[in-house]
């Protein structure tokens, strides 16, 4: 079964600090790859996704993540967060052959910046 | 426009009750998504409708888990009876049709939080 490791589960950081949460997947084939946040008390959103071409994407509030496919890893990262950056944050995969329309979520980082 | 939209916010029952929730989903979208996160767990998928017809139902738990979606606009999610474990937070998202099968961007309500006690 197809599975989502997201290997940081509690981050804390001090404003301007530089972020990186890890994801790694375990499905051989084609894959698209997603980044959702989850802020407090909203819903989630997406941050940014990977569907083909560069494999570093770039996505909103000066988030981007790099496909590694040899590592099968699609990192997020920011060069210095901001305590606006606290929520929680969600690695998704999409199996492109054989896995239907369903997303397979990671169990999520939640990051913590403090002033 | 408005996004998608969960009803209710937060729901708390006793073992062997029913709850029902619902989900409106953007409208013109096809596609609509169950999930589920139960607590410090992954968000787990659910089933996916497209339009009124289950395309995926793989994640359904058990047989006390009902989804509809008549008519193919808003959908329900029934639990009946409830179990302690049935306890999380209920995701609905929908999406366009993004061509050749395939989903476009996923847009999530706020979730429904059920409480089991």
């Known amino acids: 079964a197809q599975s989502v490791s997201q290997h940081n589960h509690h981050v804390i950081l001090s404003e301007a600090a530089s972020l990186e949460l890890g994801c790694n997947y375990s499905?051989?084939?084609?894959?698209?790859l997603f980044w959702y946040v989850q802020y407090p008390g909203q819903h989630l959103q997406l941050l940014l996704k990977y569907f083909s071409g560069d494999p570093l994407v770039k996505g909103i509030k000066g988030f981007e993540a790099e496909f590694i496919k040899s590592k099968f890893s699609f990192n997020l990262r920011k060069p210095s967060v901001q305590w606006s950056d606290t929520a929680e944050y969600f690695c998704a995969v999409l199996r492109v052959t054989g896995g239907g329309n369903k997303l397979t979520f990671g169990t999520g980082t939640q990051l913590k910046v403090e002033l | 426009e408005a996004g998608v939209t969960q009803f209710p916010s937060h729901s708390v029952i006793e073992k062997g009750q029913t709850v029902t929730l619902r989900c409106d989903p953007i409208s013109g979208h096809d596609n609509l998504y169950w999930y589920r996160r139960v607590m410090g767990k992954e968000i787990k998928f659910l089933l996916h409708?497209?339009?009124?017809?289950?395309?995926?139902e793989s994640g359904m738990p058990n047989n006390r888990f009902l989804a509809e979606r008549t008519g193919g606009t808003y959908s329900t999610l029934k639990v009946q009876p409830a179990e302690l474990e049935d306890s999380g937070v209920y995701f609905c998202?929908?999406?366009?049709?993004?061509?050749?099968?395939?989903?476009?961007?996923?847009?999530f309500g706020e979730g429904s939080r059920l409480t089991v006690l």
């Open positions: 409708f497209v339009k009124e017809s289950k395309q995926d």
């Open positions: 998202a929908s999406s366009q049709d993004s061509g050749r099968g395939r989903t476009g961007e996923l847009f």
């Open positions: 499905y051989g084939g084609t894959v698209n």
